[in-house]
């Protein structure tokens, strides 16, 4: 009876041990897939930050070809690419469509653009637009000075430049085959922006707005 208890109890002792090897090495292998999966996420996290703090794009205006490029191709104006202005250019009136929408960053860097003929700079601008002036780059069909809408920032820039509330418009007589030179007044003026729905900070406006109604000299 005493042998039968004796081994009894080392089979119970032995039992345990294995119980308690499993649990622990049951524990080891979900330590160590936490840490697997620990050592993922960082991974993941490492790469989201790293395309996070990808560079953006970059395209500096150097002479007039350069802003002639820029002017006339859409893909510079997109939320990935950086600008900037590193010369005073002299565009010698050169006549330009404005910038439908403008997402990106544009830094000026304090230089100045002089006789382009644009309605507006931007029409739309939803980025960042810095340290840029603009002289005598209006002309007769003009409604603002530099955006017509802002909904993004633009700081330390200046337009310099008479905006005109009418425009000549001609129209050929069909009955008597001679053209008449209307003059159509313009609502809706602004020395520098049109409408502001975003941040405008230590900006100027030069000149003369006239208009028929709805007339700001800077907004």
């Not at 430049?161 to 001679?178: A, E, M, S, T």
Request: charged share 25%.
């Amino acid at each position: 009876m005493k042998f039968r208890k004796i081994l009894t109890g080392i089979l119970t002792i032995c039992l345990v041990n294995l119980s308690f090897i499993s649990v622990v090495q049951l524990n080891a292998q979900t330590v160590d897939n936490a840490v697997n999966r620990s050592a993922s996420i960082v991974s993941d996290d490492n790469i989201n930050m790293q395309t996070a703090k990808s560079p953006m794009k970059e395209f500096v205006i150097k002479n007039r070809k350069d802003f002639s490029k820029f002017m006339k191709t859409p893909e510079y104006w997109g939320s990935d690419f950086n600008i900037k202005l590193n010369v005073n250019i002299n565009m010698i009136v050169k006549k330009f469509e404005p910038i439908n929408e403008f997402r990106g960053n544009f830094d000026g860097c304090g230089h100045t653009i002089k006789n382009v003929l644009l309605r507006c700079f931007v029409k739309n601008n939803y980025g960042k637009i810095s340290r840029v002036n603009f002289e005598k780059s209006v002309f007769l069909d003009s409604k603002c000075g530099f955006v017509e809408n802002n909904y993004g920032i633009i700081t330390e820039c200046k337009a310099k430049g008479n905006i005109k509330g009418y425009c000549i418009k001609r129209h050929f007589d069909l009955v008597f085959g001679f053209v008449i030179d209307r003059r159509e007044d313009k609502d809706n003026m602004g020395g520098f922006v049109i409408n502001n729905s975003g941040t405008i900070t230590n900006c100027k406006a030069e000149g003369n707005v006239n208009g028929n109604s709805y007339v700001g000299g800077f907004v």
